[in-house]
């Protein structure tokens, strides 16, 4: 258990769909990582928070959103969704965002768009 | 990030030490080696990481060439639970690019 939790493990929406994805990082965590895993791109980088603000975006489509709340918990916005949206999204965080120090990823949140 | 290259697959003997090969021939001196598996879907899992000295964990070892450009984890008993995919990641950044890894299937 990497003490970060994720939220919902699975979830099945239809395509148009908006849906929330949450994740709670380690405790002392500030920095938050969302990544997706998808079949054919691997894992990929979306973007990443520190104490609530932004740090790093990757590729992250428009039509995808992030947010650090006060409490260090981090939501990810998928709007409009599409079949190819299909995919595990991790949730990862670490102590500071340097590259000494170590990210411990969530078990994910499987998203099925059918 | 650096380039890494790993080889796609490979097998090894339960109880036996798994030696996972790593090239990094384009790494800048101050990106770091990182190694960490995922299993079967779940998220990954760090194992460990170097600059330039080798490192030693619970979970395993790092061996880092003295010119930086290949390094190799070891996994010193590994068990059927250790078969997962291996990441290797040179990087001076916080953002990890993952490859594609190698397979390692540990076999009884």
């Known amino acids: 258990d990497s003490g970060v939790t994720q939220t919902p493990k699975h979830l099945i929406t239809a395509t148009g769909q908006r849906v929330t994805l949450r994740c709670s990082p380690r405790?002392?965590?500030?920095?938050v990582y969302w990544y997706q895993q998808s079949l054919d791109q691997g894992l990929q980088f979306l973007i990443q928070?520190?104490?609530?603000?932004?740090?790093a975006k990757g590729n992250i489509l428009e039509r995808f959103s992030a947010q650090q709340f006060p409490d260090l918990h981090s939501e990810l916005n998928l709007s409009s969704l599409e079949l190819g949206d299909s995919a595990l999204y991790f949730c990862?965080?670490?102590?500071?965002?340097?590259?000494?120090?170590?990210?411990?990823f969530g078990e994910g949140s499987w998203l099925t768009v059918v | 990030d650096a380039k890494t290259t790993q080889p796609t697959s490979m097998d090894c003997a339960e109880g036996r030490a798994a030696n996972l090969p790593c090239n990094h021939s384009?790494?800048?001196?101050?990106?770091?080696v990182y190694w960490y598996r995922q299993i079967h879907s779940q998220g990954p899992q760090y194992i460990i990481h170097?600059?330039?000295n080798n490192e030693t964990n619970e979970m395993a070892s790092l061996i880092i060439t003295e010119d930086r450009k290949s390094s190799t984890l070891i996994l010193p008993h590994a068990t059927l639970r250790d078969t997962a995919v291996y990441y290797c990641?040179?990087?001076?950044?916080?953002?990890?690019?993952f490859g594609a890894g190698t397979t390692v299937t540990v076999r009884a």
């Open positions: 384009t790494i800048s001196g101050n990106e770091y």
């Open positions: 405790s002392g965590d500030l920095s």
């Open positions: 928070y520190y104490n609530g603000e932004e740090r």
């Open positions: 990862a965080s670490s102590v500071g965002y340097t590259e000494r120090n170590t990210i411990y």
């Open positions: 990641i040179a990087s001076n950044d916080y953002k990890l690019s």
């Open positions: 170097g600059l330039k």
